[in-house]
């Protein structure tokens, strides 16, 4: 391609822009309302992942040891379970909790009336223990398992159907959201690959004309791909900073709301904004050349 | 050079539009073709342009063998033609110079030829001073005379003329046959397709007679001749 067909070829498709003004803004915004609904579902999405995934790994399970052990060989038991790679790769932390201890939360949560450990006097019934915070919710039945195994180990206590349960619903609305996110960017990319249709077909005697006087269809094509490029592009950058905003205005009102509850807040904004230009990019990219290209052909073809 | 051969030509829907249509047009002619309407014309000047193929027989334009030309060929066979036609069919959001000066760009000349050869084309039909206006600010025979401007910027060797003069008053169209007379004195031939009996009879050319699919007539001389023919 020579530089001055290349220029020509950018300059035609900008100008397009601008000569056909109402139509570029309709598959402008058209592009930004499509990605802003698909962008805000999606990132709704990813947030209330985010929020179950935490609710399921805020799960610890109680390591109860042999009533055999000493004070001693409870804490021995930390320093060897610290230094167990296996079991440590999915712990986040484990806290000893001595028989006396266990005594005295006991103690403090039932009615004296009806204590009956108190029957015991000074001879504690209860065990030393570990409090294990699990990592992975996913894994945790391996880790239970690998725990069990460990010397001086009585039981392993872990309520794994709570952990089930926000698996299979954390399963459900991921499926569902992966579901609607296909289905509002195909509905997107129909849209706004039918608007960029409806800018081409306001021009197809402008390419009759083109096509009488000897154009090639590469000639032909080149400025209207470049125009639904820019279109893309600018629908695509538009709709970032809306939803960046927008995004800044949702984590603001969840933190006034339920800023008090630690696993209900929204996802940190850096770390989404990234993903969503990409995303946005390329829907924005794949529907402008997609809807110009489609279109032309169809007008190229005598 | 237009090479005819024994031409047929039938349409999906079943019409038979050219019914074994012969002529040859040499380099340089000037030609009238002339009919009713659905005699044809448009059939002819449709596949002289590559735009259908016919159904029998054989269409030779300017070195390509229309049966046989590839789809990724037309373009060139388009560039060896000039077409007019009787809507003018002007990119109405460019200014003249842009209508004429894209024709070029269509074929890959630079911006200094086109700087050069667009003035002097606009200058051979009258519309220098008017090189910045919208084709909507002009009149019709200036419009017209614009997309003759555009037909004969690549100096094609043949210019095809679909009723050039349908949307315009006697006195302009006498004025545009009478600049294709010029282009044609230039060496260009022309082939002028019209139904306007009085302009034809104005110049003593070759006229070609069709109705009903078939050449009723190709001699020099006015119109009058074939309605005796028809009648």
New interface residues.
């Given amino acids: 391609m020579?530089r001055?067909?290349t220029s020509?070829f950018f300059r035609e498709g900008i100008r397009g822009i601008f000569?056909h003004g109402f139509m570029s803004f309709a598959a402008v915004g058209v592009i930004v309302a499509c990605l802003l609904i698909m962008g805000s579902f999606s990132l709704l999405a990813l947030n209330l992942d985010n929020m179950i995934q935490e609710l399921q790994n805020n799960n610890e399970v109680l390591v109860v040891l042999d009533e055999t052990m000493t004070s001693d060989e409870a804490k021995q038991f930390g320093t060897d379970l610290a230094k167990n790679e296996a079991i440590m790769r999915n712990v986040q932390s484990a806290e000893l909790i001595s028989r006396d201890e266990a005594l005295e939360v006991f103690s403090g949560k039932v009615d004296p009336e009806t204590n009956f450990l108190l029957g015991f006097g000074d001879d504690n019934p209860l065990r030393d223990r570990y409090r294990v915070q699990i990592m992975d919710a996913d894994l945790m039945q391996e880790t239970i398992d690998a725990l069990e195994l460990l010397p001086g180990v009585a039981v392993v206590h872990a309520r794994l159907d709570i952990v089930e349960d926000l698996g299979q619903i954390r399963d459900t609305v991921n499926t569902i959201c992966l579901l609607l996110i296909v289905i509002l960017m195909a509905v997107s990319i129909f849209i706004i690959s039918n608007t960029i249709k409806l800018a081409t077909f306001d021009r197809r005697?402008?390419i009759?004309?083109?096509?009488?006087?000897?154009?090639?269809?590469r000639?032909i094509r080149w400025p209207f791909v470049i125009e639904g490029f820019m279109l893309g592009l600018l629908g695509s950058i538009v709709a970032f900073f809306l939803q960046w905003r927008l995004y800044d205005v949702f984590a603001g009102f969840l933190a006034r709301m339920v800023g008090r509850i630690p696993m209900i807040h929204a996802l940190n904004v850096g770390d989404v904004l990234l993903p969503v230009l990409a995303i946005f990019l390329l829907a924005g990219f794949l529907a402008g050349i997609g809807g110009s290209v489609l279109t032309i052909r169809k007008f190229l073809r005598? | 050079m237009v090479r005819m051969i024994d031409v047929y030509k039938a349409y999906p829907n079943g019409t038979r539009a050219l019914k074994g249509v012969s002529l040859q047009i040499e380099d340089g002619e000037f030609s009238f073709l002339v009919g009713p309407s659905g005699s044809g014309k448009s059939t002819i000047i449709k596949l002289l342009t590559g735009e259908i193929k016919p159904t029998e027989g054989r269409v030779l334009i300017n070195g390509y063998n229309v049966n046989a030309v590839r789809q990724k060929d037309i373009p060139f066979l388009r560039r060896t033609l000039g077409v007019i036609f009787q809507d003018f069919r002007l990119v109405e959001k460019k200014s003249v110079y842009e209508n004429v000066a894209f024709a070029m760009r269509v074929v890959g000349s630079s911006p200094r030829e086109i700087k050069i050869r667009v003035p002097y084309v606009l200058d051979l039909v009258g519309l220098s001073h008017k090189a910045r206006r919208r084709p909507a600010e002009l009149s019709g025979g200036e419009q017209q005379r614009v997309s003759i401007a555009r037909a004969l910027i690549n100096n094609p060797k043949m210019i095809i003329a679909d009723e050039p003069t349908g949307n315009l008053d006697p006195a302009r169209s006498l004025e545009i046959m009478m600049l294709l007379e010029r282009i044609n004195a230039l060496g260009t031939t022309v082939l002028a397709v019209t139904h306007e009996k009085e302009l034809v009879n104005r110049f003593s050319k070759r006229v070609i007679a069709i109705d009903g699919g078939r050449v009723i007539g190709d001699r020099t001389g006015g119109y009058y001749q074939y309605e005796a023919i028809r009648n």
Avoid: D, I, P, S
């Avoid at chain 1, 009759?208 to 269809?217: F, I, L, Q, S």
């Fill in positions: 020579k001055y067909e020509y000569l005697e402008e009759a004309v083109m096509r009488m006087v000897g154009a090639t269809k000639f005598v």
